[in-house]
T-cell receptor, first 113, second 113 residues
Framework: KAGVTQTPRYLIKTRGQQVTLSCSPI?????VSWYQQTPGQGLQFLFE???????NKGNFPGRFSGRQFSNSRSEMNVSTLELGDSALYLC????????????FGPGTRLTVL | TQLLEQSPQFLSIQEGENLTVYCNSS?????LQWYRQEPGEGPVLLVT?????EVKKLKRLTFQFGDARKDSSLHITAAQPGDTGLYLC?????????????FGKGTLLTVNP
């Protein structure tokens, strides 16, 4: 099986712009979670989708949003980008409804100038 | 809020040495996972420990879950340069939050030849 894929791998944006990141989970996986990784804060949970429904959201402002499509692919969007949004954004997929075994993609490195 | 603290934050050792990294929390988790992340990649799951007091071995790596399921350790014997990477522990919530991982900030291990 192919692993979790994320596109694009690298992205450079300027403050105030918006960005959309994409994640394709492993075939058959229905749950997709998003995380933000920075050197200072480590990996922080953004949100998780299961069967096109957001089940929970982390402590991020409303500028961060996401969605999941019927084929389980997921996108996350960040509007009005700030310098502090520069980070590695990781997507992870899970076979079932439990988070016990998550498979991570390589991430999208977002740089905000 | 469940928090996981990892120590040490950085560790640089010579090939052949032994090391232990720690993961501590004031919260109880249903299970705890250890990941290794290499530059440019997403975290890769090494092991999941579920039962208090559980010990799991993966070649030269030994993982232990504390009796109270609040802490864990990772011991590496005779470290090799290929062990270099960021080691992350992650707690899996219980009940309705079993899809969510809470990560520590990681231990960056460098094994010098």
């Amino acid at each position: 099986k192919a692993g979790v894929t994320q596109t694009p791998r690298y992205l450079i944006k300027t403050r105030g712009q918006q960005v959309t990141l994409s994640c394709s989970p492993i075939s058959g996986h229905r749950s997709v979670s998003w995380y933000q990784q920075t050197p200072g804060q480590g990996l922080q949970f953004l949100f998780e989708y299961f069967s096109e429904t957001q089940r929970n959201k982390g402590n991020f402002p409303g500028r961060f949003s996401g969605r999941q499509f019927s084929n389980s692919r997921s996108e996350m969007n960040v509007s009005t980008l700030e310098l502090g949004d520069s980070a590695l954004y990781l997507c992870a997929s899970t076979p079932g409804s439990s988070g016990r075994k998550q498979f991570f993609g390589p991430g999208t490195r977002l740089t905000v100038l | 809020t469940q928090l996981l603290e990892q120590s040490p934050q950085f560790l640089s050792i010579q090939e052949g040495e032994n090391l232990t990294v720690y993961c501590n929390s004031s919260s109880v988790f249903s299970s705890l996972q250890w990941y290794r992340q290499e530059p440019g990649e997403g975290p890769v799951l090494l092991v999941t420990v579920v039962t208090g007091g559980e010990v799991k071995k993966l070649k030269r790596l030994t993982f232990q879950f504390g009796d109270a399921r609040k802490d864990s350790s990772l011991h590496i014997t005779a470290a090799q340069p290929g062990d270099t990477g960021l080691y992350l522990c992650a707690g899996v919530g219980s009940g309705g939050s079993n899809y969510k991982l809470t990560f520590g900030k990681g231990t960056l291990l460098t094994v010098n030849p």
